[in-house]
Each structure stands twice: as C-alpha cells, then as structure tokens.
C-alpha cells in the first residue's frame, strides 16, 4: 500500500459533515488475502468532523472486486466504484494506474523500514444515515516519494503532482462494524448492513485484509 497526502481539498462531502482543514490522502493498494478474495483499491478521502468526531471521509475509491465495491457501500458506506486498476513494480517502487480515468500513483521509498500502526476513523454515509468506522493497518512502513498523475480535465486533476508519502509492506488491515454517532462522545453499534435489497456480501463482525 502507498499513501500520500495532498493539501487540496475534492468534491463534495455527504450531508451531515462538516470540513476540517488538512490535507486529504491518497491510497493505492493491493490486498493479496481479503474476505471477499484478492483485488485492487485507490481512494482518496478528506477530513471531515461529525459533531465532536475527526476523521477522514473517503469521496472517490475504486476497487477491481464486485463483492468488495458491494460489501464496502453496504456495511461502511463506502463510495466504491468497479474500476481497471493495473498494478505493477518499478524496483522498489510501485505503480497503480485507474485505466478508465488516466490517474497513476507512483510510490518510490527513500528510507529504512519500519514496523508502523496506522490508526483509522473514517465518517461515511451510508444509505440509512451517518457511520463512523474504525480500523487500523499494521505493516513495513517506508517514507516515500510518491508522484500522482491525472489528466486535466478529471475532477481530481488538483491532486496532480509530487507528495510526500509512506509506502507500507506486509500491510494486515482490520475494519470493525460500522457505528452510527449518538451524542458529542457515545456511539452506539449501527446495523451490520444498511437496508438494501438483494446485496449480500462477507460474514458478520471485523474485516482483515492483507497485502503489499
């Protein structure tokens, strides 16, 4: 997996948040072992608050998985599309480009690697409301170079350039059930899936995915 961050905000966030200034984060990754079997991803989120909650608002993911576009919208709200995401290996480096929209991500590492714990809150809207969704990755982590190309007339096109980034390796990523916010501090356990018709995807409870 490759991240970077980028100090544009894009596109629109869901009703209900609000926000926050920071940068937004670009991810590319390849999960190798998954509930829902091997696939690709890129996402871009922004911060965003919900009441008394920082997080991250994922706006744009693609993924090369139907189960996973269809598991991913259902139980976190996540926006996930089905995209052409072709990987591949510079040396070190690596490479993931979303064919259909022309944007590549490009990570190259410059540093020694290191045991990294990457904390997550993502604030979603899902199709019966508004969820927080907690997680972590675990992995290899190398500070990276990171360059991201996109065509000029893409609504991502403010992304475009060089970016600081981390490159993390033997990534294992758990996602918990999503959890719908209650008051400036509580939340209490949303539903495992939103209500929607003729989507089935996974089993109950946490989510791990592994990969590179």
Known sequence: MAMASAKTLVGELPDGLRRMPGPCVITAARYDDSPVGPYRELAVGQPARL???????????????????????????????????????EGDGRVLRWEERGIIVRATPVGPALPV?????????????????????????????????????????????????????????????????????????????????ALTWGSQGHHTHTGD
Request: glycine share 12%.
């Open 117 to 197: 714990l990457l904390p997550l809150r993502a604030l979603q809207r899902r199709s019966d409301g508004l969820v927080s969704v907690l997680g972590h990755a675990r992995g290899r982590g190398r500070v990276a170079k990171v360059d991201v190309t996109v065509p000029d007339d893409d609504p991502l096109a403010s992304l475009a350039g060089p970016h600081r980034g981390l490159m993390v390796s033997g990534m294992r990523l758990v996602v918990s059930p999503a959890r719908r916010p209650v008051g400036l501090t509580a939340t209490l356990r949303a539903p495992l899936r939103a209500p929607e018709p």
């Open 51 to 89: 009441g008394a909650r920082l997080g991250v608002c994922i706006t744009t993911m693609a993924v090369t998985s139907v189960d996973s576009r269809l598991g991913g919208r259902v139980n976190w709200g996540f926006p996930k599309e089905l995209g052409t995401l072709i990987w591949y290996d």
